[in-house]
């Protein structure tokens, strides 16, 4: 197997008596599209926040494409190539959505990003079709359904070209047929060469997507695997996934507990 993409090494963070992130280690590698679950508090967010330099580790190193971040702000990790969406729907909270899509694209052309092996396109129309919001090019972006919002949202993301999109909970809050849409979306990044990370608790969205997942609990990574070594794993399904998880899941999942976290 190639080098990892991007690595963190014996992760700590801790925010007053609570210890969010305890010795974590992950990687990443190229091209592949890997989950992010656990419970409330386990640390995934915090994790996101620690790798786009938001909050800094108080131990242990951030490594991209064998380069020490650690303590790189936060434009610079973003320039480099390693973009996060956020829980909430992102958009620049007026104008259509080619306005919006314009707007993202000139920010990027500005921002003095690196080249870019993806095959994302760069040009306004490109990008909404990529999206699937063509259609929608028009519309005020304050009218938009939450699935057409997330989309758009990605789009805005995908303008700077990442190497690695991190996504923090893409599908809550959408009805099956958005999640459907978005899950189409997301394998089309992931074959544009983007690398994905994605943390989301609707297992029934998450498992037919992902190549693996990592488990987190507590600030500790508990476990790691494909998708069906994970949902085969008994301390994962009982504790993490929840009573109601189908142990025969092959496209979707009864989803257990929410598993959205605050500080984790």
């Not at 190639?2 to 210890?19: C, E, K, W």
């Not at 938009?144 to 805005?156: D, E, T, V, W, Y």
């Not at 693996?212 to 949902?231: C, D, F, H, Q």
């Not at 301390?235 to 500080?263: K, M, N, R, W």
């Amino acid at each position: 197997m190639s080098a990892p993409l991007f690595q963190i090494v014996d992760g700590y963070r801790s925010f007053g008596a609570v210890q969010a992130l305890s010795g974590v280690s992950l990687e990443i590698h190229s091209r592949e599209l890997l989950g992010i679950v656990g419970p409330n508090g386990s640390g995934k967010t915090t994790l996101f926040n620690c790798i786009t330099g938001r909050f800094r580790l108080q131990r242990g190193r951030v490594l991209w494409n064998g380069t020490d971040i650690t303590r790189w702000h936060m434009d610079r990790i973003a320039r480099g190539g390693l973009v996060r969406t956020f829980q909430q729907s992102m958009h620049f909270g007026s104008g259509t959505v080619r306005e919006n899509v314009i707007m993202a694209l000139d920010i990027a052309r500005t921002a003095n990003r690196k080249h870019s092996e993806v095959s994302i396109p760069g040009d306004v129309e490109g990008l909404l079709d990529f999206a699937s919001l063509g259609p929608l090019a028009g519309t005020p972006s304050a009218v938009l359904s939450h699935g057409s919002l997330r989309r758009l949202g990605i789009a805005l993301a995908l303008a700077v070209k990442p190497t690695l999109l991190l996504m923090d909970e893409p599908a809550a809050g959408l009805n099956d047929a958005e999640g459907r849409d978005l899950g189409a979306l997301l394998r089309r990044v992931r074959d544009s060469g983007v690398t994905l990370a994605v943390v989301d608790h609707d297992m029934g969205f998450l498992m037919p997507l992902v190549d693996r997942i990592v488990v987190l609990s507590a600030g500790r990574k508990l476990t790691e695997g494909t998708p069906a070594e994970v949902r085969a794993d008994p301390v994962v399904i009982e504790a993490y996934l929840g009573t109601g998880f189908d142990h025969s899941i092959s496209g979707g999942a009864t989803q257990g507990p929410p598993l959205e976290e605050s500080i984790g």
